[in-house]
Each structure stands twice: as C-alpha cells, then as structure tokens.
C-alpha cells in the first residue's frame, strides 16, 4: 500500500512496484488509508509518506469523500500519525511499516514520534526515489539498506529523560485548552482558563521532562512554561515545515 499526499507521487511508486513485482499494490492519500481500519491487516507493506503540504481545505475535501475526521491542521507530518493508526490494526509481524520522508530526521522529536508510532524503516527521499530501482529494493528488502542511527542524547537537548511525543500530542490535543498550547497563546485574558492551562502543563511536563528553569526565591517552577511545550509539540508536528498556500 503506497500513502501519499501527491498523486503523481503515489501513480510512480504504484508503477515501479508492479513493474518490478507481482505484487498487488494500491495507492491512496491519508484520508483513504485512514479510512481502511482493520483492513490494514490484510496488507504486508505499508509505504507511507511523512510531510502533508496540503492546505486544510484540500484535506477537508479529502477526508469528505473517505468519510473520516479531517486530520488536524496543526500536524504536518500525519505519516507517523497513520503508522500509528496502522498499528492500532496490525501488528508488525503481519505489516511492515516504511516512512519515506525528507523530513523524517528534520529534528529529534520528530525521529522520536516515528519510532513510537511503530515504523520499522524510514528513508530519507534523496536515499530511496532516483529512479525504480533505487525505489524497489528498500521496499522489498528494508533490511539491506536501512542504516541504524546513533542513540539520542536527551540531556544535550535538555531532557530529564526520552520523551514521551505521542503522549505529548494526545494530552494537547485532548485538552479544553488546546488552541492556547499549540499556538502558545495568551491566556491572561481567559482567567477562567488558568486552572486548565496549569493542568495540562503539568500532564506536558511529565510527557516532555525539560524546560524548567529554576525559580527565583521560594517559588520554584514546577512544570515547562507554556511557550516552551509549544515549541516543541510544534517541533514534533512538523508545523514549520512547507505548506501548499491552497
């Protein structure tokens, strides 16, 4: 099963593989295999992009015509949040996961949340998409071509310990107070969401362990400031990466 956000991207790689393959492979954008549920477990390999350039508006449309909720507009990179819906159905001893993005290592909370998700391989696209046969071969045998990278240094990038993204993203996303996390804004002017704000700071902080600085005087600070978690759940949703204007 070959998911991406470009048509011409996904008829290629259909091609190469029934070309090179006696294989049935199909093709489909993120709403449609969103859409497929349990029948992810009749599939052996999922060949799934990571970076969504598409505008909300051609996502909505998208997820009309596959009858599935709109994937957020705040995730740019819905590859690892369909790897995980993947997972939900399938087990990787039946399917097999490939990430091919020239985004899956763009930071470490990304390469994090990809790894959570379940992918078994990711590829960068200048290691994979020069021509059919550079494409076949990581699909079809991952294993030959797949380098391992080195261990993340969490402490370097001022973490307590390895986060938790996903946990991270489901927490904000979740939260009464979602909009003001993920946009890092202002809350003075919503006193009656003070109390929420705390909460789900607090819940972040135990997700993503960094980003507290110690208080001055007896006032220690407890959890992340607001703008920090927004930055890095921004890190993780890819929110700085390029989008189509329409």
Do not use: C
Not at 173 to 197: G, K, Q, R, T, Y
Request: proline fraction near 6%; charged fraction near 25%; charge should be negative.
């Amino acid at each position: 099963m070959i998911v991406d956000d470009s048509p011409s991207v996904r008829d290629a790689r259909q091609l190469w593989l029934r070309e090179a393959t006696d294989a049935q492979v199909d093709a489909l954008d993120f709403e449609g295999a969103l859409a497929l549920g349990t029948r992810w477990g009749q599939v052996d390999i999922a060949v799934l992009d990571g970076h969504d350039r598409r505008s909300p508006e051609r996502r909505a449309a998208a997820a009309r015509r596959s009858g599935v909720d709109s994937i957020p507009a705040h995730d740019h990179f819905p590859g690892a949040r369909l790897a995980q819906e993947v997972r939900r159905h399938t087990p990787a001893g039946v399917t097999s996961i490939i990430l091919i993005s020239a985004y899956a290592r763009e930071n470490e909370l990304i390469s994090r949340r990809i790894v959570q998700a379940g992918v078994d391989y990711v590829f960068d696209h200048f290691e994979v998409d020069q021509d059919r046969e550079t494409f076949v071969r990581p699909v079809t045998q991952p294993w030959t071509f797949s380098s391992r990278r080195a261990s993340i240094d969490w402490a370097a990038l001022g973490y307590e310990r390895a986060p938790d993204v996903q946990a991270a993203i489901d927490i904000a996303e979740s939260s009464p107070v979602a909009d003001m996390v993920l946009n890092d804004e202002a809350h003075a002017a919503h006193p009656s969401d003070e109390w929420a704000i705390r909460s789900v700071r607090h819940r972040l902080g135990d997700a993503l362990p960094g980003g507290v600085s110690a208080g001055a005087g007896p006032r220690q600070a407890r959890a992340p400031r607001k703008s920090w978690l927004s930055q890095q759940l921004g890190l993780a949703l890819g929110r700085h990466l390029p989008t189509d204007p329409e």
